[in-house]
């Protein structure tokens, strides 16, 4: 981040959120503060380890992180 203000800037956290309220809030029927939590926590769990993303040549965020730290302990 270069702190300009430029839309780069953001990018990466608003597709974040856009996902995050396509897919669980908008979705979900959510009553009180607690419920939100649980719902908002579900789904980030399932966007880290169970949904494949284009960036990661189709893998899990997690497990992109956790192959580039073995790349990096063998080089």
Known sequence: ????????????IERLWRSLKQDAIYLAEISDGLQARRVIK???????T???????????????????????KAA
């Open 1 to 12: 981040m270069d702190g300009r203000g430029r839309y780069l800037d953001n990018i990466f």
């Open 42 to 48: 579900g789904s980030m769990i399932f966007y880290n």
């Open 50 to 72: 169970e949904r494949p993303h284009s960036a990661f040549d189709r893998q899990t965020p997690d497990n992109a992180y956790w192959a580039g730290l073995k790349e990096r």
